[in-house]
């Protein structure tokens, strides 16, 4: 079998890059900017994310009580980008997906310089995030992050009108919290 030509169809399928923001007043610039990957399952098929944990040699599986799925998920910017990125760049996704795992891959490596610390890097990955997934449904009202910081808010794509309604399917409720309470904006592609 060609395990990474395998991981790579599944996770163009399953997989999810996302790029959270949260508010933060400790940080410089008020928000934390957190890229993950993840890819999820229902437990009885779970086996494959099993395969991706050692594959991949990094991130951990998780219970997603939002849909009571488990997650395979890598959230460390030195595994984003020493394990993961390349991974995708030597195997890349066959549909448009692509193209959000380089959008992903220029935030990491905005983040990984610390630029995310700065307007001008945050405007940018803010910009990268919005351009991820432009089909993807979303859940909330869009509220123009770089203009109201004092709102924790959901960005969204300009293609679909100002709605933003959450991309992830297995999302009601993640982990972070998210969508239910409001604390981290998210921007999600599939």
Known sequence: MDLPSYI???????GCFTISFSRRAKMRGGWEVR???SVSQNV???EVLHRMVEFFGCGG???DRSDRTIKFEVRSIEDLMVKVIPHFRQY???SSKQGDVERFAAVCELVQRKAHLTPNGFHEIVELAVAMNPSGRRKFQAVEMLGDRQRKVIVSTSRNGGAVRSSDPHEGRNDLGTVSTGDPA???SL
């Open 44 to 46: 009885d098929r779970g």
């Open 186 to 188: 998210k921007l999600n």
């Open 8 to 14: 790579s169809g599944y996770v163009d399928g399953e």
């Open 61 to 63: 599986i998780r219970p």
């Open 35 to 37: 890229p993950s990957f």
């Open 92 to 94: 890349p996704l066959q």
